[in-house]
């Protein structure tokens, strides 16, 4: 099996600019797709950011040009560099990986973290 944690999640101030990391580990051969979701009170879990095992980078139109998304293959982890943070950036962050678990086995699964809480007061 495997785990992915968030770390990095908390109370910032409007403006601020936190660093959230995700952690993969278990059975692991080898990840492709990574990247970050989320979930406000009351409303659908929403992506938020992409990356592939090529450093390829999709972001959604409320993030682009303030978040950043970037991986350490050798690691296992995932980042997103949250710049000007606003109250509506308010939400749980839920870290996911495409991870391909065998040698012999061409298929992969996906895989989520527990969510991390990132607050952001006015």
């Known amino acids: 099996q495997v785990q992915l944690v968030e770390s990095g999640g908390g109370l910032v101030q409007a403006g601020g600019s936190p660093r959230l990391s995700c952690a993969a580990s278990?059975?692991?051969?080898?990840?492709?797709?990574m990247g970050w979701y989320r979930q406000a009170p009351g409303k659908q879990r929403e992506l938020v950011a992409t990356?592939?095992?090529?450093?390829?980078?999709n972001y959604a139109d409320s993030v682009k040009g303030r978040f950043t998304i970037s991986r350490d293959i050798a690691k296992k982890m995932v980042y997103l560099q949250m710049n000007s943070l606003k109250p509506e950036d308010t939400a749980v962050y839920y870290c996911t990986a495409d991870v391909k678990t065998s040698a012999s086995y061409r298929g992969t699964s996906d895989f989520w973290g527990q969510g991390t809480q990132v607050t952001v007061s006015s």
């Open positions: 278990g059975i692991i051969f080898s990840i492709n797709d």
């Open positions: 990356i592939t095992d090529s450093g390829v980078t």
